[in-house]
């Protein structure tokens, strides 16, 4: 389990995603947004020098991470802060906020046995041959990967468009071997201490 912040009960760069993290900068950075980051380090005021990412997603719904390759490679300690949200009559509504610090060990051990190398290989193979040969040999390599790391799932994205390897944490994985705790909405959505 890793140390919480406080518990507090997508595809990356949805439109609701985006509402979420413009909402978290609104209520406390007053700053613009960056790529490598969703909040730079230097914007923190919470964890001083702690960059963050913001993820916002479905109750109940695995929190996409994006680019495998470059969530592999994270080796600096950042914070994470992910909304849950559930449609209510049209609209997303924000029932639980979780705040996670994550050190480059407890990242890394998340990914279990699967290497960088492995990645990059996976992704430059995908590549190679015919759409639909991407994606039979994407289903094979990913399901093989899948058995080496106790917490993220790889998801390859192949089709005329593009071809990609994302990642996500599954729902139960992400409370159980993150959080610590039972999944909950929350009757108050608190971050950092202040509600939001």
Same mark, same amino acid.
């Given at each position: ?7 507090? =009960? ?24 960056? %790529? ?5 380090? !230097? @914007? ?23 680019? =495998?390759?470059?969530? +592999? ?17 049209? !609209?997303?509504?924000?029932? =639980?906020?979780? %705040? ?7 990242? @890394? @051990? ?7 190398? $492995? ?8 590549? $190679?041959?015919?759409? !639909?040969?991407?994606? =039979? ?23 005329? %468009? ?13 409370? +159980? ?12 959505? !608190?971050?950092?201490?202040? $509600?939001?």
């Amino acid at each position: 389990m890793l140390v919480s912040t406080g518990f507090l =009960a997508a595809e990356e760069r949805q439109g609701h995603g985006l509402v979420f993290e413009q909402q978290i900068w609104n209520h406390l950075f007053q700053r613009g947004y960056t %790529d490598e980051w969703d909040i730079p380090g !230097e @914007a923190n005021l919470y964890h001083r020098g702690l960059p963050i990412s913001v993820k916002y997603t479905q109750w109940g719904s695995s929190i996409y991470l994006g680019d =495998a390759v470059r969530q +592999r490679s994270i080796d600096i300690p950042f914070e994470m802060v992910v909304g849950f949200h559930e449609t209510v009559e049209g !609209e997303k509504r924000t029932v =639980a906020i979780c %705040d996670l610090v994550f050190t480059p060990e407890q990242w @890394a @051990a998340g990914w279990g046995d699967v290497t960088i190398e $492995e990645l990059e290989a996976f992704a430059e193979k995908i590549h $190679e041959g015919s759409v !639909e040969e991407a994606q =039979a040999f994407a289903r094979v390599r990913a399901a093989e990967l899948r058995e080496k790391s106790p917490v993220f799932s790889i998801n390859p994205k192949i089709n005329e %468009d593009q071809r990609r390897i994302q990642c996500s944490v599954p729902f139960s994985v992400f409370f +159980r071997e993150w959080v610590g705790e039972e999944p909950q909405k929350q009757q108050i959505l !608190e971050l950092w201490g202040r $509600e939001l």
